[in-house]
């Protein structure tokens, strides 16, 4: 099953092509087609990932970096997405 990713970028809607076997998540896969270096992102990611307690502390931060990097309404598309429901 192909799959893509819809974000936003500064005002600006995209869709990329995404693989697995290529990008970690959705975000280092936007970040990517941005042109955007994660290098301190991912080593402050790793911080917060020793030092919280959940999973919430985690999703925030990334939310929050990603929002300030000029990014929103990162998802997920699949096949079933992107046709218009006729068979």
């Not at 974000?7 to 076997?21: E, R």
């Not at 280092?28 to 270096?37: L, R, V, W, Y």
């Not at 991912?42 to 929002?67: H, I, P």
Request: net charge negative; charged share 30%.
């Amino acid at each position: 099953m192909a799959r893509q990713v819809a974000y936003t970028f500064k005002g600006v809607a995209k869709v990329i092509n995404f693989s697995f076997d290529k990008y970690h998540d959705i975000y280092e896969a936007a970040a990517a087609a941005e042109g955007i270096d994660l290098t301190g992102f991912l080593a402050m990611e790793q911080q917060v990932a020793m030092t919280a307690k959940g999973k919430g502390a985690l999703r925030s931060y990334r939310l929050t970096e990603f929002q300030r990097m000029g990014f929103s309404d990162l998802r997920l598309l699949k096949d079933e997405d992107d046709s218009d429901g006729n068979a």
